[in-house]
């Protein structure tokens, strides 16, 4: 009842700005006698307004559908407000896009962090550590892309993207017989366009790495099922080149994981495999990927650190000793003991350990219930074990 209050007062914000948006006494004080390039400029400038804020309040109408697991959404909140700060306001919606999406710093809604679960499994709390995923997104946008540390990250993007370009001069220079020497990379303008999709695509793929190990270090092994469970083992097709392609992407999550004291399933990169990539035929665009591709994983690893450093704040989950991770581990079976009698867990502590323990469970299809399915019934063990965690949360003696 809380997130439907919650959602009818953003909705009714919103409506109040739809009406602030009619701009009714400026169309209403023009008439036939009015200047024609004003009357024109204020009917398009609402069309616009119109084209750009409908999707907008469908997102916000949906995330009312009662197909969405409500029970899911305070618990994130909370801990978005931990990963981005106390003004982030997160919204979930149900929509019908296969995978999960973000959308952030939308002029109309400051502040706002709108995370579309597909329909199929909007009712689903096993998925919500690919929310995770979608913060990571919020981070680099509000955290990472104004701090100090991504300017500097981009010098050594370029620096990587121009030096291997350098390395295989004789490639390059076959493709671009007009650019005559490595000199020129940085200093003509023809030159630089040659090389910038590849430095544009090596930038999109970083920030898709770092939203993983975002994913990764707040949801721990979670994350990684929840992932197999919507893209494995893989969407057919030629790969989209602002993405690393699958088993590099899987790779990196290993290498994350192991950093971050996580346990990935046994033989996790067998579930996999990698889309189609350019062919032959197109070896300009087919050079400039793989330009883009190396560049990308060679900065990998300090993206691990980096989304590590930023979510090292209280109240965030951390592996990084032995004592902790031992501490998860007895957390996470304890509620996995739970739900194999059929019980909603008590005194979880996070929202994390109830999803990994949920995950646990479903990989060994427990519990065991006459005439239901064991899925179907976990997720209500889930769901109910978010509301007993909402419950203690509330009623927690202050500090």
């Not at 000793?321 to 996070?350: M, N, S």
Request: hydrophobic fraction near 45%; glycine fraction near 4%; aromatic fraction near 10%.
């Amino acid at each position: 009842m809380r997130a439907l209050t919650f959602a009818k007062q953003r909705l009714t914000a919103f409506h109040e700005e739809l009406a602030r948006l009619e701009r009714a006494e400026m169309l209403e004080m023009l008439g036939p006698g009015s200047d024609l390039g004003t009357v024109k400029q204020v009917c398009q400038q609402q069309l616009t307004d119109l084209w750009d804020y409908l999707p907008f309040l469908g997102f916000i109408l949906r995330s009312t559908n009662v197909r969405n697991a409500f029970e899911i959404y305070t618990p994130l909140a909370r801990l978005a407000w931990r990963v981005l700060g106390p003004e982030a306001k997160l919204l979930l919606s149900s929509e019908w896009d296969y995978s999960t999406f973000v959308y952030t710093q939308v002029p109309l809604l400051p502040g706002f962090v709108l995370i579309g679960i597909p329909a199929h499994e909007s009712g689903n709390p096993l998925v919500a550590p690919l929310a995770g995923h979608e913060m990571g997104h919020a981070l680099w946008a509000e955290v990472v892309e104004r701090s100090l540390w991504h300017p500097a990250f981009l010098t050594r993007l370029k620096a990587s993207v121009l030096a291997k370009i350098r390395a295989s001069w004789a490639d390059f220079h076959r493709l671009h017989p007009e650019i005559s020497t490595p000199d020129d990379l940085e200093t003509e303008l023809f030159a630089t366009a040659a090389w910038a999709p590849a430095f544009a695509w090596a930038q999109r793929q970083s920030e898709e790495y770092f939203c993983d190990f975002v994913g990764l270090r707040l949801f721990g092994e979670s994350f990684l099922y929840a992932f197999a469970h919507l893209l494995s083992p893989v969407v057919e097709g030629m790969r989209a080149l602002h993405y690393p392609n699958m088993l590099r992407r899987v790779r990196f999550q290993m290498q994350a994981a192991l950093r971050y004291g996580i346990q990935p399933p046994a033989n996790y990169e067998s579930w996999f495999k990698d889309r189609d990539e350019p062919s032959d035929e197109d070896r300009h665009e087919k050079f400039l990927v793989e330009l883009a591709d190396s560049a990308a994983d060679e900065l990998a690893p300090e993206l691990i650190s980096h989304a590590d450093s930023l979510l090292r704040r209280p109240g965030l989950p951390d592996r990084s000793t032995e004592e902790l991770r031992a501490e998860h581990a007895a957390t996470v079976q304890r509620i996995y003991d739970d739900f194999c009698v059929v019980a909603p867990a008590e005194k979880t502590g996070h929202l994390v350990h109830i999803l990994n323990a949920g995950w646990k469970a479903a990989m060994d299809n427990v519990p065991q219930v006459a005439d239901h399915s064991p899925q179907e019934i976990l997720r209500e063990l889930v769901l109910k074990s978010l509301e007993v965690l909402e419950y203690e949360t509330k009623n927690a003696a202050p500090a």
